[in-house]
């Protein structure tokens, strides 16, 4: 409980701002306060230790200015027990207040009201951020919102924030102020600026929060509202269409789409934190693959049925070659049964296959007499590479790097085999897919045929090249589970269409069973 000795105005609001290194939007912040129809404010910024320039403009603009850790709930009970206002408001530093929020707020919080509850408007220039506008008009004053407004006598009954929470901090407080009295929604509204807004980033702000919001549904194991807050059904449906906001889903059509989108790729992600495996032992599978499971893969492999070239990655490397690849210099890395490879051999390409499975060259040597084509076989390790540097024009792999922990030194001794212009081309598992769900259960199991492995999104793969210090030329998305699940009557028919239209569009990466990379050296 909050013990305060300081006497307060009884018109006074306080507006207690937490921040972490917000020098780009704190500025703006207290000066839409300062602007506010409302004049008798006293602003409080209470800072978690910041290393830019937070600290000086907060104290050019703020009327007091604290440091307190570790995180925002630690930082809002500080500024309460710190203002001298009747009311508490509560502003990110990244928020704008329209001109007379806190006016309505004074207004509308009678005796028969507890907390007042702020519409929010995301700000931003981009498409996704448009989206996230849109995406957030549905949760006002529903489960998923929190108070923001309310009496500084009931923000001490209540205890201030749970310190004990780094996520979902605010939904606790707002479960509490509920089960007390009574809430309602002013009409003026607060920018939530998200002019920043990348979807790889904003997935991985959410992913951040995964194991931290057990800590708030153990809390508040049973309550209804809290599994509506973590229900799939809820977030995914009811909250988009009740109260009959399914109208504004109609009326605009594209926004609900992409929407709907980036809420299934937070929910997948979550989906998949919920899976539990033991973390030592997938370790140790990622640093030691051994060649026991990948021979009894490719032991059956010499078979007429199992000679599949993939037609989408033989595209891909043709396309990057103006479609002439004869006497190009090719190497695939843990080529499998070589059925890509000698594909590109038959089409002209000087040929080099490297995998560490017996089983795997033998499959190959088989392949090559029987399509009477002609490659050079290794069997290695891809962490001792056994060629020269600068000799290849490009360098493949295809579901291979999934398999290693960290595959960037991996990579990094593949970049130095190629030439100065080359291109290597990486095809790995496309996270956002049913397969990626039934992988991680059977892994969980024990299961799965083919050991450890991740998976990648299109932004995880960016990463990569960034790290490579290398230049993306392009990505792309091959196969699509749900066609596994068609009947085998129509399913070549329906693949066809697939690869002939889909499969070439730029949703292939996002939708695609398989995600390819292609780089420059």
Same mark, same amino acid.
């Given at each position: 409980?909050?013990?305060?000795?300081?006497?307060?105005?009884?018109?006074?609001?306080?507006?207690?701002?937490?921040?972490?290194?917000?020098?780009?939007?704190?500025?703006?912040?207290?000066?839409?306060?300062?602007?506010?129809?409302?004049?008798?404010?006293?602003?409080?910024?209470?800072?978690?230790?910041?290393?830019?320039?937070?600290?000086?403009?907060?104290?050019?603009?703020?009327?007091?200015?604290f440091s307190a850790a570790p995180e925002r709930s630690a930082q809002r009970n500080y500024g309460v027990q710190k203002c001298t206002g009747a009311f508490v408001m509560l502003v990110d530093s990244d928020m704008y207040v329209s001109r007379n929020v806190i006016k309505e707020c004074v207004e509308g919080l009678t005796?028969?009201?507890?907390?007042?509850?702020?519409?929010?408007?995301?700000?931003?220039?981009?498409?996704?951020?448009?989206?996230?506008?849109?995406?957030?008009?549905?949760?006002?004053?529903?489960?998923?919102?929190?108070?923001?407004?309310?009496?500084?006598?009931?923000?001490?009954?209540?205890?201030?924030?749970?310190?004990?929470?780094?996520?979902a901090e605010d939904w606790d407080f707002d479960r509490r102020i509920r089960m007390i009295g009574k809430t309602k929604e002013i009409y003026a509204h607060v920018f939530h600026d998200e002019s920043s807004f990348a979807i790889n980033k904003y997935i991985g702000k959410k992913k951040s929060y995964f194991d931290d919001?057990?800590?708030?549904?153990?809390?508040?194991?049973?309550?209804? =509202?809290?599994? %509506?807050? $973590?229900?799939? @059904?809820?977030?995914?449906?009811?909250?988009? /269409?009740?109260?009959?906001?399914?109208?504004?889903?109609?009326?605009?059509?594209?926004?609900?789409?992409?929407?709907?989108?980036?809420?299934?790729?937070?929910?997948?992600?979550?989906?998949?934190?919920?899976?539990?495996?033991?973390?030592?032992?997938?370790?140790?599978?990622?640093?030691?693959?051994?060649?026991?499971?990948?021979?009894?893969?490719?032991?059956?492999?010499?078979?007429?049925?199992?000679?599949?070239?993939?037609?989408?990655?033989?595209?891909?490397?043709?396309?990057?070659?103006?479609?002439?690849?004869?006497?190009?210099?090719?190497?695939?890395?843990?080529?499998?049964?070589?059925?890509?490879?000698?594909?590109?051999?038959?089409?002209?390409?000087?040929?080099?296959?490297?995998?560490?499975?017996? =089983?795997?060259? %033998?499959? $190959?040597?088989? @392949?090559?007499?029987?399509?009477?084509?002609? /490659?050079?076989?290794?069997?290695?390790?891809?962490?001792?590479?056994?060629?020269?540097?600068?000799?290849?024009?490009?360098?493949?792999?295809?579901?291979?790097?999934?398999?290693?922990?960290?595959?960037?030194?991996?990579?990094?001794?593949?970049?130095?085999?190629?030439?100065?212009?080359?291109?290597?081309?990486?095809?790995?598992?496309?996270?956002?897919?049913?397969?990626?769900?039934?992988?991680?259960?059977?892994?969980?199991?024990?299961?799965?045929?083919?050991?450890?492995?991740?998976?990648?999104?299109?932004?995880?793969?960016?990463?990569?090249?960034?790290?490579?210090?290398?230049?993306?030329?392009?990505?792309?998305?091959?196969?699509?589970?749900?066609?596994?699940?068609?009947?085998?009557?129509?399913?070549?028919?329906?693949?066809?269409?697939?690869?002939?239209?889909?499969?070439?569009?730029?949703?292939?990466?996002?939708?695609?069973?398989?995600?390819?990379?292609?780089?420059?050296?």
């Amino acid at each position: 409980m909050i013990r305060l000795h300081i006497e307060y105005d009884m018109q006074k609001v306080s507006v207690i701002i937490p921040t972490k290194n917000s020098e780009n939007t704190i500025r703006r912040c207290i000066l839409a306060i300062k602007k506010q129809s409302y004049s008798a404010i006293e602003i409080i910024v209470v800072d978690n230790f910041s290393t830019d320039n937070t600290i000086i403009i907060a104290k050019k603009y703020a009327d007091k200015v604290f440091s307190a850790a570790p995180e925002r709930s630690a930082q809002r009970n500080y500024g309460v027990q710190k203002c001298t206002g009747a009311f508490v408001m509560l502003v990110d530093s990244d928020m704008y207040v329209s001109r007379n929020v806190i006016k309505e707020c004074v207004e509308g919080l009678t005796k028969e009201y507890i907390g007042i509850y702020i519409p929010e408007k995301i700000l931003g220039n981009s498409f996704w951020a448009e989206v996230r506008n849109f995406e957030r008009g549905f949760y006002n004053s529903t489960c998923v919102d929190a108070v923001r407004f309310l009496r500084k006598k009931d923000f001490e009954k209540l205890g201030g924030f749970d310190e004990n929470l780094r996520v979902a901090e605010d939904w606790d407080f707002d479960r509490r102020i509920r089960m007390i009295g009574k809430t309602k929604e002013i009409y003026a509204h607060v920018f939530h600026d998200e002019s920043s807004f990348a979807i790889n980033k904003y997935i991985g702000k959410k992913k951040s929060y995964f194991d931290d919001l057990q800590i708030y549904q153990k809390k508040w194991a049973g309550h209804p =509202e809290v599994k %509506k807050q $973590m229900g799939l @059904w809820y977030r995914m449906v009811w909250v988009f /269409i009740e109260n009959n906001k399914w109208r504004r889903l109609l009326r605009h059509p594209i926004l609900s789409i992409a929407m709907l989108l980036l809420r299934a790729m937070v929910g997948f992600e979550f989906l998949l934190s919920k899976i539990k495996f033991n973390n030592n032992q997938l370790v140790e599978m990622s640093k030691n693959p051994t060649s026991k499971t990948w021979n009894a893969q490719w032991k059956h492999y010499n078979k007429a049925p199992f000679f599949k070239p993939n037609h989408k990655v033989i595209q891909e490397i043709e396309r990057c070659f103006d479609g002439k690849v004869t006497g190009k210099k090719i190497l695939e890395i843990g080529a499998g049964s070589g059925c890509d490879i000698l594909s590109l051999s038959k089409r002209g390409a000087c040929g080099y296959a490297l995998d560490f499975s017996s =089983e795997s060259v %033998k499959t $190959m040597q088989y @392949w090559s007499k029987k399509t009477k084509t002609n /490659i050079s076989f290794t069997q290695g390790d891809i962490q001792n590479l056994p060629y020269e540097k600068s000799q290849f024009d490009m360098i493949y792999s295809v579901g291979l790097m999934e398999h290693f922990e960290d595959p960037i030194p991996l990579l990094q001794k593949q970049l130095s085999l190629l030439k100065m212009g080359g291109l290597l081309l990486i095809d790995v598992p496309q996270k956002y897919s049913l397969y990626t769900i039934a992988k991680h259960v059977r892994m969980g199991l024990g299961t799965h045929p083919f050991g450890w492995e991740t998976e990648y999104s299109l932004g995880e793969l960016r990463k990569i090249s960034e790290k490579l210090n290398t230049k993306i030329v392009r990505f792309y998305g091959r196969d699509l589970d749900l066609i596994q699940k068609i009947p085998i009557q129509i399913r070549p028919q329906i693949n066809t269409i697939y690869q002939k239209t889909v499969e070439n569009s730029c949703i292939s990466p996002y939708i695609g069973l398989s995600i390819g990379m292609i780089v420059k050296k």
